[in-house]
């Protein structure tokens, strides 16, 4: 399991950085070829050692753990890579799914790099293609973004920037920020079709699709949201081509008794623009 260095006429073995994708909730989901890379690794590197130390026992695993999370990745990525120089195999997992999928273990890979000891993917479990893969939506190209920022002017930024988006996007999200997420994703994308992944391969596994609106209601109906949520955003449909006026086409749908607010969704899903920005355009003063 290692590699081999030369160095002028002397010649010493290296240890390995194996990236190890661990399962999302089922734990019949991890690969024969983790478990064996697991047990016959001589540290494994992981976010929560509690946590990881559920799945070793579950699979009489009995190799050492230590701790890599966010707070202590510099000096532990140091002492790591002072352990593959000297020969030892190391084992990075996190606390659920595919190492550095918005999870620790950048600074450790890259440092390993630059020592040139070889890094060794696992692959496995990813809650961004399991979701994506049941979600429904366009799977041709998608987009995943990390986390929504939690504050909601840094949301609403980011949802602007990517109004325009040709690909599927991916996040993953809190539960007691999915309601405010989705209203966010009203105000700023219009009625974009959205869905929300809850549970995934756990026992109450759920997916809700709908406009952000609508998934919206359904859970702010529920007494409280619970699970860890991976939320999808379809791509911008093709704006509707046409030489007719935002306001002109607000008053055609009102003519024929649409209330203005609905008019504005409409124009807005339409044009692929957000309703804000249609009713900021009809607000400002026409030139003349």
């Known amino acids: 399991m290692r590699g081999f260095i030369s160095a002028n006429v002397s010649s010493y073995y290296l240890g390995t950085l194996f990236i190890v994708a661990t399962p999302i909730g089922n734990l019949e989901d991890i690969t024969f070829r983790a478990v064996r890379t697991l047990k016959e690794s001589h540290l494994i590197a992981c976010e929560d050692t509690r946590q990881t130390r559920k799945l070793l026992d579950h699979f009489g695993i009995a190799t050492p753990l230590v701790s890599y999370h966010d707070h202590n990745e510099a000096p532990r990525a140091a002492e790591l890579v002072e352990k593959m120089l ?9 606390d659920a799914g595919t190492p550095l999928v918005s999870d620790p273990g950048y600074r450790i890979v890259t440092a390993a790099v630059e020592a040139r000891i070889p890094v060794v993917p696992i692959p ?6 399991t979701a994506l893969s049941a979600s429904g939506l366009p799977t041709d190209e998608f987009r995943f973004a990390g986390f929504l920022p939690a504050k909601s002017g840094q949301r609403k930024k980011l949802l602007q920037d990517l109004r325009d988006e040709t690909a599927t996007v991916i ?14 994703i009203e105000t700023e994308l ?4 959205v869905v929300v992944a809850r549970e995934l391969t756990k026992l109450h596994e759920e997916f809700l699709r709908g406009t952000s609106s609508e998934i919206r209601a359904q859970l702010a109906a529920r007494p409280a949201v619970k699970g860890e949520i991976t939320l999808l955003i379809a791509k911008a449909s093709e704006p509707i081509a046409t030489d007719q006026s935002i306001e002109d086409a607000v008053k055609e749908l009102e003519q024929q008794g649409v209330s203005r607010m609905d008019a504005i969704k409409q124009v807005a899903k339409s044009r692929g623009m957000g309703k804000r920005e249609v009713y900021k355009l009809l607000s400002e003063p026409r030139q003349q």
């Open 86 to 94: 000297a020969g030892s195999d190391v084992a990075l997992v996190s």
């Open 124 to 129: 496995g479990p990813s809650a961004v293609l």
């Open 171 to 184: 996040f993953y999200e809190a539960p007691h920020r999915i309601l405010e997420a989705l209203e966010d």
């Open 190 to 193: 219009g009625a974009r079709q």
